[in-house]
């Protein structure tokens, strides 16, 4: 029986990783992490039964090791006891689905104990993929992407050597304001950006799709996951969500991975990669299929997709600075401190305002995200 760990086990990734593990019975649920959902992380430790919990705050594990001390299991907090969790023994995989950058060393640590990595955490490659798949080779280590997007090339690539692809097609919904011009974007609600007409996610990605900075982290994300030059990777509007991405060969065949817009599917996948089991839920009806529609993205309008692909070309640490930006960015604004439109703006401000350091070390990654944070904390 596979044993399972999971980083970020009450957000969406991590309650859906639970849906197939729930369904399928065949998965031991070893270790599991959250932020700060007590509540939620008590039910799940009820049913699962692992043998390690952690919290990130010291408060919220205290309060956790109260509630459930009726049961055998072992409950942690801080950094300290993300890594323990990633590295426990007895598990072969950790779901990596923590949102931010505190899962950048526990996702190092497993790999260094030898663990597979099913990656849904974006910060860990867009900041570290220098580092990480590196460290993944050396350690004959699997990086398993989560995100339907790369789950998709990388479902599209078995078989291949990886020396046939010539371009990677990734694809995005377009988001709730496709179409939309710069002028449109100025009286945007909370409201209406955290509604997704495709997706269901938490609300830090779903902002982030509206923006198009979701694609831009998953193009930089591609650059290292498949070894491809950030030029040799398109992002194209797919609005009906039914091609989750395509690959480009040497000699011109385009493959593509399709189906319904479900992420328990590419989350199932890496759970049991290289093998596919039955997933239960909708099927794409190609009977019923009018069109499927193709559209080139609006970079003017959407320019956090712009300066993506700028932060992906010239790497070093303006990758973390555009990541620690928008994390900001899209905090001040669900917390309704800023308008819409800034969030772009706010990241752009923060390149332009940084000395980038080619390969740098996990410790100036972290020291850039802080850098980062307080200066647009001086101006917002």
Known sequence: MKQVAILGSTGSIGTQALEVIRYNRDIQVTALAAKSNVKLLEEQVREFKPKLVALWDEKKALVLRQSIRDLDVVVV?????????????????????IVGMI???????????????????????????????????????????VDSE?????????GSTGKELQKILLTASGGPFRGKTKDDLECVTLEQALKHPNWVMGSKITIDSSTMVNKGLEVIEAKWLFGVAIDN??????????????????DGAVLAQLGTPDMKLPIQYALYYPTRCYLP??????????????????METFYGLKLAFAAGRIGGTLPTVYNAANEMAVSLFLEQKIRYVQIPEI?????????????????KILDVEQEVHEFIKSRW
Do not use: W, Y
């Open 77 to 97: 907090s801080g950094m300290d006891g993300l890594v323990a969790l990633a590295t426990i023994s007895d598990t072969s995989l950790l779901i990596s689905a």
């Open 281 to 298: 839920g909708e099927r794409l009806d190609f009977s019923k299929i009018n069109e499927i529609t193709f559209e080139q993205p609006d």
């Open 150 to 158: 790369h789950s998709a090339i990388f479902q599209v690539l078995q």
């Open 347 to 363: 990241i752009q401000l923060a390149m332009e305002n940084h000395q980038v350091l080619e390969s740098p070390a996990i410790c």
């Open 103 to 145: 899962g950048i060393l526990p996702t190092i640590e497993a790999i260094k104990a030898g663990k597979d990595i099913a990656l849904a955490n974006k910060e860990t490659l867009v900041t570290a993929g220098h580092l990480i798949m590196p460290l993944a080779k050396k350690h004959h280590v699997n990086i398993l992407p």
């Open 233 to 250: 990777i398109q992002v194209l509007i797919q609005p009906q969500s039914m091609i989750h991405s395509m690959v480009e060969f040497v």
